[in-house]
């Protein structure tokens, strides 16, 4: 075959221009693709930018000093039972004299908590924090070197002031740094590590009870810890910016709000709306004169009060806190050794802990109102069974009986009212009120736990100690329904709707409920409609 030079030349023109053309186009793919992923790659950035809450590792830091700080109510409650089967008999205390020595700190924490919060207005969280801090210490020293029972008492006390002053601070710093999808959490944190602190403190209890003499001594004693480790770590935290700007330093605000967060949207979003929360609050301030009026004139602000005191009134008028400072004495006199009675509080806290966890969860999907509701009628049923267990003979049957109704109990308590008494606190109050309404929920549930416990062993004496626990569920059932009638529905509420709810006071809340109760169960049964049109 003869192939034609000039057609053989075409050839390779047109080859080498197919493969230039070809070559073009794979470069201009490859382009494409790079544009596409560096396109995609700003676009995730971009978004990560977005999602980015600014979060350092003071702001972590932080919530790990305040966690130490939230377990010291828990930690005052389970070594104080734990300590009292020594310490009574060692220090010859009656028993109306322990009465006054276990809710001491309680006492004491009522006037922590009402000092909290001018204090913090005057000198800042973080001083207050600190304050807290070396006063529990001191209460913590004063009754591990005790020799007579008010030297004990005075101790408690002191280490009580040091409780309510930081129960009081550490939820409203932690919500005035942390993120805005975070700050519903910060009760959550604050009601578990109380638990965990209480779980804490029987373990501690059982390794320091063989420890002879003066094992009550160690045990109070380590209560030392988480005070002392929250005074180091308060030193390396910046105060609250929120503090700072009330005093007119916004400068030092932002430097301080820079430790905490980063620069980002949501952290700048954040920081904006706590600037104009605060210009809202300051607006709408009153005096305390103008306050009581409001609250006793205006059935709206009334009807709040009265929903919150009695909130509050119902979480510790169930025995919670008192049944805790006495869990030990009470285990001991179903028959059981001291050491027995020790150790089988560590399952108790460590079940009552658990039940903190997926509470908050719950509140949110199922609504404050119907987890209140169904936890009563658990809490009291368990009560019931705890306390009649008393007339089981066998005694390991009887102490058993008194362990299942217990953790009924916890169980019941965590997933409902304990939570739920300090959420609706911080929902239902106007903003120019709010300062007093969180006092006066504040006030009324520390001093109940403390009223409750001095008058425990009085309790017993005169009713016997299932009369005691029969008369709990008597009062909780009181409670129950007050909350049936009148408890409204906050979930996912704005406070402009939350508002809304108590416009025609208690007599339109019970209206509502029973509007709203009435017409589920003719959704339920419609037969009994029905049956009533015949």
């Given at each position: 075959m003869i192939i034609n030079p000039v057609d053989s030349e075409a050839s390779r023109e047109r080859a080498e221009k197919t493969k230039d053309l070809d070559l073009?186009?794979?470069?201009?793919?490859?382009?494409?693709?790079?544009?596409?992923?560096?396109g995609d790659i700003k676009s995730q950035e971009k978004q990560v930018s977005h999602q980015d809450e600014g979060n350092t590792r003071t702001l972590y830091f932080f919530l790990f000093i305040a966690c130490w700080g939230s377990t010291m109510m828990g930690m005052?409650?389970?070594?104080?039972?734990?300590?009292?089967?020594?310490?009574?008999?060692?220090?010859?205390?009656?028993?109306?004299?322990?009465?006054?020595?276990?809710?001491?700190?309680?006492?004491?924490?009522?006037?922590?908590?009402?000092?909290?919060?001018?204090?913090?207005?005057?000198?800042?969280?973080?001083?207050?924090?600190?304050?807290?801090?070396?006063?529990?210490?001191?209460?913590?020293?004063?009754?591990?070197?005790?020799?007579?029972?008010?030297?004990?008492?005075?101790?408690?006390?002191?280490?009580?002031?040091?409780?309510?002053?930081?129960?009081?601070?550490?939820?409203?710093?932690?919500s005035e740094v942390v993120p805005r999808s975070h700050r519903g959490g910060h009760l959550n944190i604050f009601n578990s590590l109380q638990a965990l602190g209480t779980f804490l403190a029987w373990v501690v209890t059982a390794i320091f009870i063989n420890v002879h003499p003066g094992s009550w001594r160690y045990i109070l004693g380590s209560g030392f810890v988480g005070p002392a480790v929250q005074l180091v770590g308060v030193f390396f935290l910046p105060e609250s910016p929120r503090y700072l700007m009330l005093k007119g330093k916004p400068e030092e605000a932002k430097k301080c709000w820079r430790r905490f967060r980063r620069e980002t949207p949501i952290s700048e979003a954040d920081y904006q709306d706590m600037c104009e929360k605060l210009r809202e609050e300051l607006a709408s301030r009153i005096g305390f004169k103008q306050a009581m009026k409001e609250i006793t004139t205006n059935p709206r602000i009334r009807a709040t009060f009265i929903v919150g005191g009695v909130l509050s009134l119902s979480q510790q008028w169930n025995g919670a806190t008192s049944v805790g400072y006495y869990m030990a004495i009470l285990l001991s006199s179903l028959g059981l050794t001291n050491k027995t009675s020790d150790y089988v509080q560590m399952p108790i806290g460590f079940w009552s802990f658990c039940w903190?966890?997926?509470a908050y969860y719950w509140l949110d999907k199922y609504g404050r109102r119907k987890m209140l509701l169904i936890s009563f009628p658990i809490f009291m049923v368990g009560e019931l069974i705890a306390g009649s267990s008393v007339y089981v003979e066998n005694v390991h049957h009887r102490a058993a009986g008194f362990l299942i109704g217990m953790l009924i109990f916890y169980f019941g308590f965590q997933i409902g009212i304990s939570p739920v008494a300090w959420v609706l606190n911080g929902e239902i109050y106007e903003l120019h009120v709010r300062n007093y309404g969180m006092a006066w929920g504040a006030f009324l549930l520390l001093g109940s736990a403390a009223s409750s416990t001095t008058s425990f062993s009085k309790q017993v004496s005169a009713l016997t100690l299932q009369g005691t626990f029969y008369f709990y569920v008597g009062?909780?059932?009181?409670?129950?329904?007050?909350?049936?009638?009148?408890?409204?529905?906050?979930?996912?509420?704005?406070?402009?709707?939350?508002?809304?709810?108590?416009?025609?006071?208690?007599?339109?809340?019970?209206?509502?409920?029973?509007?709203?109760?009435?017409?589920?169960?003719l959704h339920k049964f419609p037969t009994l409609w029905k049956r009533n049109e015949s």
């Open positions: 073009e186009e794979l470069n201009n793919t490859h382009s494409v693709k790079n544009d596409l992923e560096i005052d409650l389970g070594l104080t039972g734990g300590a009292s089967l020594y310490v009574i008999p060692d220090l010859h205390i009656s028993s109306n004299h322990w009465s006054w020595i276990s809710s001491g700190a309680t006492w004491g924490s009522v006037l922590g908590s009402a000092l909290a919060t001018p204090i913090s207005f005057v000198v800042g969280r973080r001083t207050v924090l600190l304050v807290s801090s070396i006063t529990y210490i001191v209460g913590v020293v004063i009754a591990t070197s005790t020799k007579t029972w008010g030297q004990l008492l005075a101790g408690r006390l002191i280490m009580g002031v040091g409780i309510g002053t930081e129960a009081m601070t550490i939820p409203i710093y932690i903190t966890l997926p009062v909780s059932l009181l409670f129950l329904i007050f909350h049936l009638i009148f408890l409204p529905e906050t979930k996912g509420m704005l406070l402009e709707d939350v508002r809304e709810l108590f416009n025609d006071g208690m007599l339109g809340l019970a209206r509502r409920n029973l509007s709203n109760i009435q017409n589920s169960i």
